[in-house]
């Protein structure tokens, strides 16, 4: 098992967040959003 850096594991995360947003058809997205 190679050694992974912070940055590997916060890319995985994002990646595995952005996955979420989008099953989620953008859902949850963050911030201020223009309905319609």
Known sequence: M???Q???LVGD???EI???A???HGRFRIGP???G
């Open 2 to 4: 190679a050694n992974r």
């Open 6 to 8: 912070p940055s590997d």
């Open 13 to 15: 995360i994002v990646d």
């Open 18 to 20: 952005r996955d979420l």
């Open 22 to 24: 989008d099953g989620c």
């Open 33 to 35: 959003t223009s309905s």
